[in-house]
Every structure is written in C-alpha cells, then in structure tokens.
C-alpha cells in the first residue's frame, strides 16, 4: 500500500516473541526472553555442524519497565542448583499459579542475599521514578509515602521492601506473563493508529490540491494498489504447501522428500526440542516476500509486519494445543494430521480482508488529532512569549552590563589618577614644587627665632629679667 508518512519503513522488527518456561541450553526454566531483530532465516546447510545455541544477548530489552530487575533475579536464580533442578521438572502450571516459588526457600544463602540486594536496588529506582513524576508536575509534598506510592507497582511485594520473598517471585512471574501477553493486542492496536494517521494524512493532502489535480492523484493511488494486489498466490501459514516451499527454497530439499519430523528440527534452530515466536515467524518469509517488496512504493512494511504477526497467531490457534506459545514435536506432528494442513483455505492478505479501523473510529482519531494540535499550538504560543520575554530580560541584562562597565572603567580611570597624584609631590600657582616654599617658611620662621637684637654700642641687647642677688649682706 501507498504509505504517505516517511519514516515507518523498517527491514528491521523488534517484537518480543516469548515469555514461558524456558532456559538456554535447553533445559525448561523461568522463562525465555527473546526478540526477533530481523524478518529474513538464514538458509541452513545440512553440510554444516549443528546450530549451536548462542548466548542470549545481554542488551535486548523486553520493553517492560522493569525489564533489568527481572533479568537479573533469573540470572541470580539460575545460579542455585537446587532450583535449576526444579525448574527442569516443572511445568508451565507449576510457574503460573506461584508453587515453584515456594522452593525459593531452599536456595543457597548467597543467592539470597543477592536477591535482596537486587530488592532494595528496585525498590530506590522506583523511588526516584516516583519523585521524578512528582517534580515533573509540580506537585508539592511535605513528606512522601512510599509505601503508598510504590503499591502501583504490581511485580514486587511493596510492604516488605528490603528482603526478597516468595511472594515477590510470584509477582515477578504473574506481572511480566500478564504484561507480555498483552503485547500482541498492543501491536494490533498500535498498527491500526498507524493505518488511520496514513488514511487522515492522504485525505489532508487530496484537500489540499485543486479539482484537475486531485483526480490525478486518486488516479494514481489506486494503480499503485491495484500494483499491490496482483502477487502470486500466497499460500496459508502452517500448510503443507507453505511448509514445502521452505523446504525447497530455504532449505533446498527436494519437496517430494518432505518430512515434518525432519523440518522440525532443522528449524528448531536453538535445538531446544520447541519452536518458539521467532522461529515460527521465520518460516513465513518467503510467503511474504511474495507481496511485500521494500523497494516498491505500493508496498507498506509496517503491513508487512502486521501480516507477519497475523500469520503466526494463525498458527499457534491450530498448533499450540496446551497454549503456552511454543510448539512441541508432539505437537507440530499432530497438526500435520489435520484436514487443513493438506487441504487448506487460501490465505487472505491485508488486502483482502475487511479494514483494521472504522470510519467511526477514524472519526475519533481525528478528533483527538485536532485535540491535540491545539494542545501544542497553545504550548508553542507560550513557548513563544516566554522566548519573547526571555529576549525582553536578555536586552535588558545587556544595557545593565554595559552601565556596570562604563562605571567599572570610569572608577578605575579615577584610580590610576589618583595614584599618579600620590606618587609626584604637590606643585604651587607659579608651577613650582609646593615642598620648597614649605621649607622656604619653615627657614624663615627659624630666622626669627634665633634673631637677637643688638643695640647702638654694638652690645647685644638682654632682654632678660635680672635676677636678684643672692648672699648679700645685710645693712641696718
């Protein structure tokens, strides 16, 4: 189909495939988590060794919020043999309902101690999420009760929040199934938004041409589907003719040879005796690659993505007899018994079947699309005026720093003169050091003091009192 927004092509599917009893190296454990990174499989050679399994990598994200936590109590779990024994002998109920948790008490000290350890590391991210929201809304809290905050988180026991329990083992197992399962509906969903925004913008786009044009265009549209529709014959997910297609062409088998028991296990390729999600999806790639083509305009791989995840669900209905999403040996066999599997309806594409959404349906979107762009150009228009104001107070600061310079530099041009002036000595009207007529007074008032004046016979004139005399004899 014709995809009018650029941007959601992608070779590429990160879609989380499995979340049931499982472990790496075949043994059946807690679970396995695993995601499907490309849509193509990879022709086996039957003259190559078997496919050894790989290490599950580290950096895959489940999508759950607490995706670390709980890869690292399985990591931590795996480590105690005593619980690894159990995990090989006990089934998906035994999981579910929460009885294989209660052999958390018989594990090694160690791992529990690092189970609590992982404990209280979740409990404080979760914290610092809860305070982070509180700040992002700029709600106002004297004291915070975390207690009461962190029950809006189902996989972990929020009253004890130091030491890990059985019962937050239990949590763990019943949140992560219960989110996971829901991850199919979430995609459905997902893609029928994608569907009406692609549908709402070619309608924007027709409104926005003229009468000649628009014909033009719808013209256009339409060939480009028609393109889409004429592919060869697409045969049903799980057939026996869809199966000896993968035989011959990935394979490269003879189909007249064709075994089921045989093609299971080649396509088991992780040689834990089930075929999981992403298996499964593999083998319908060469189905799709008959309608879909990334370099053709008429074709969409987001429907392409979406006819994948259809096919599969297709086949775990008519194959996965105990519903645990994974499909036995016993179980594949047994559906190759089946009426359909030799004598099957055509598969109906995309194309042929009935929309994802209703005109209803396209209706509201549109309206919380206008909701919404209201809603941002209100934010853009405030955004707006606070750049303006910013501005406003940035001129403002400018012409303030100008004035405190201009007052910097004249204070400092009085400084520098005022230190020449203390460094030269002071100079009179006539230009003359001031110093010298000091000493010129202070000489002149010295000439006075020691001047002694001097009479007509050339005696120095004494005008001291005399004194009386003394020891004279006395006279009647």
Same mark, same amino acid.
């Given at each position: ?58 950096n895959v994200d489940t999508g759950l919020y607490y995706d670390r936590y709980l890869r690292e109590v399985i990591e931590v779990l795996e480590t105690d043999p005593h619980f690894r024994e159990k995990l090989q002998t006990a089934n998906t109920d035994d999981i579910k309902n929460g009885r294989l948790s209660k052999e958390l008490d018989l594990v090694g000290h160690h791992v529990r101690t690092r189970l609590d ?19 992002? /809304? ?12 962190? =029950? ?65 265009? *719808?013209?256009?549209?339409? *060939? ?56 499964? *999806?593999?083998?319908? /790639?060469?189905?799709?690659? =008959? ?42 066999? =047994?559906? /190759? ?140």
């Amino acid at each position: 189909m014709v995809n009018f927004r650029k941007g959601f092509h992608s070779p590429l599917k990160q879609d989380l495939t499995l979340w049931y009893p499982r472990m790496t190296g075949g043994l059946k454990g807690l679970l396995l988590l695993s995601l499907c990174l490309v849509v193509w499989t990879v022709p086996i050679d039957r003259n190559q060794d078997p496919p050894q399994e790989e290490k599950a990598d580290e950096n895959v994200d489940t999508g759950l919020y607490y995706d670390r936590y709980l890869r690292e109590v399985i990591e931590v779990l795996e480590t105690d043999p005593h619980f690894r024994e159990k995990l090989q002998t006990a089934n998906t109920d035994d999981i579910k309902n929460g009885r294989l948790s209660k052999e958390l008490d018989l594990v090694g000290h160690h791992v529990r101690t690092r189970l609590d350890e992982l404990k209280r590391q979740e409990v404080s991210r979760l914290r610092m999420l809860l305070k982070a929201k509180l700040d992002s /809304t700029n709600t106002q809290s004297v004291q915070m009760d975390h207690a009461s905050l962190l =029950k809006q988180f189902e996989h972990l026991d929020p009253h004890n929040q130091n030491t890990f329990e059985a019962k937050d083992l239990e949590l763990l197992i019943a949140t992560a199934t219960k989110d996971l399962e829901n991850y199919d509906a979430e995609r459905h969903e997902e893609f029928k938004r994608y569907e009406m925004l692609k549908e709402h913008e070619r309608r924007e786009y027709l409104k926005s041409l003229d009468q000649e044009k628009r014909e033009k265009e *719808e013209k256009r549209i339409e *060939e480009l589907k028609e393109k889409h529709r004429q592919h060869p014959k697409v045969n049903a997910p799980g057939s026996v003719d869809q199966l000896r297609e993968v035989w011959k062409e990935t394979d490269g088998l003879d189909p007249q040879e064709f075994n089921p028991k045989t093609f299971f296990k080649l396509h088991d390729t992780n040689g834990d005796g089930v075929l999981d999600e992403q298996e499964l *999806e593999a083998l319908f /790639t060469k189905e799709l690659e =008959k309608v879909y083509d990334p370099k053709n305009e008429e074709d969409d791989m987001m429907e392409m993505e979406e006819e994948r995840l259809r096919m599969r669900e297709h086949v775990m209905q008519n194959v996965d007899i105990n519903h645990d999403r994974l499909v036995s040996l016993e179980e594949f066999l =047994k559906s /190759t018994e089946k009426r359909e599997f030799n004598s099957p309806k055509e598969w109906e594409t995309l194309d042929d079947t009935k929309p994802v959404y209703t005109e209803e349906e396209l209706l509201r979107f549109e309206a919380e699309l206008r909701d919404k762009e209201v809603e941002l150009g209100r934010r853009a228009e405030k955004l707006r005026q606070e750049q303006e104001l910013l501005k406003e107070r940035s001129k403002a600061l400018e012409a303030q720093k100008r004035e405190y310079q201009q007052a910097v530099m004249e204070m400092s041009q009085k400084q520098k003169e005022q230190q020449a002036q203390n460094r030269q000595p002071p100079s009179g009207p006539n230009g003359e050091l001031q110093f010298q007529q000091e000493i010129q007074k202070l000489a002149n008032e010295d000439s006075q003091v020691v001047k002694v004046p001097v009479e007509q016979n050339g005696e120095v004139q004494n005008n001291l009192p005399a004194e009386p005399p003394q020891n004279l004899p006395q006279h009647t």
